[in-house]
């Protein structure tokens, strides 16, 4: 099991780190919200274990955030926070699990191994075409040597596209997928959210790999 751990405790992250680690669980650590963020999409982990409070960016903030850009990973949130109110808050920001401070390291053992056996659709999945692969579990597109990570719309347009290779893929059904039925959303996002998944694409010095067809939407020969 591999697992973030974002906790600006420097005392209790380096503590929680290794007591983990002696379980035979790997752990990266981040001391703040934002550095977390900036490893999510750069790895795969099992599960994402968030101090509620945290400077630049809380680890409740950083939850939802996560969850409006549909992140589907396990996230467990940490607080000293044990009112009811306060658990139906993290739970219904997209938090999997919670876990009242102070706990036993025993306690948060069970509970992340509990959210990796609910499972994940994604997990150790990949997407192949013309010598690109997709890999789902991490958000990164890779070419030979070279990969680069993609955002979370980034990734599930082209997933999509790849997931249908050689079909051609309407406009409005791109867009029903990607931002959903009710959105207000218009075609020059999903404009702009292709050209820069293209640029990414093309940054790896790859073959091209989305055709326009114009007038009714994208496809992946």
């Not at 405790?9 to 900036?38: F, P, S």
């Not at 999409?41 to 549909?70: H, N, Q, T």
């Not at 009242?100 to 509990?114: C, G, H, N, Q, S």
Request: glycine fraction near 8%.
């Amino acid at each position: 099991m591999k697992i973030l751990l974002a906790e600006d405790d420097k005392n209790l992250g380096k503590m929680l780190t290794l007591l983990l680690r002696r379980q035979n669980i790997a752990v990266d650590w981040a001391e703040d919200g934002e550095a977390a963020y900036a490893k999510i999409y750069a790895d795969a982990y099992d599960v994402i274990v968030l101090d509620w409070l945290m400077p630049k960016l809380s680890g409740f903030d950083l939850c939802r955030r996560l969850r409006e850009e549909e992140y589907d990973g396990k996230i467990l949130l940490l607080t000293a926070r044990d009112a009811v109110e306060d658990r139906v808050k993290g739970l219904n920001g997209g938090a999997d699990d919670y876990l009242v401070k102070p706990f036993d390291i025993a306690e948060l053992t069970a509970r992340l191994y509990a959210l990796v056996r609910r499972g994940s659709q994604y997990k150790g999945e990949r997407l192949t075409c013309k010598g690109y692969t997709l890999e789902l579990g991490t958000y990164n597109l890779v070419y030979g040597d070279e990969r680069t990570e993609l955002r979370p719309r980034e990734f599930k347009l082209l997933e999509l596209l790849l997931a249908n290779s050689g079909r051609v893929i309407p406009r409005d059904l791109l867009l029903e997928r990607i931002w959903g039925l009710d959105s207000d959303v218009t075609e020059n996002n999903l404009d702009v959210h292709i050209r820069m998944l293209r640029k990414k694409i093309a940054s790896l010095g790859g073959p091209e790999l989305i055709r326009t067809v114009r007038g009714v939407g994208y496809s992946v020969e």
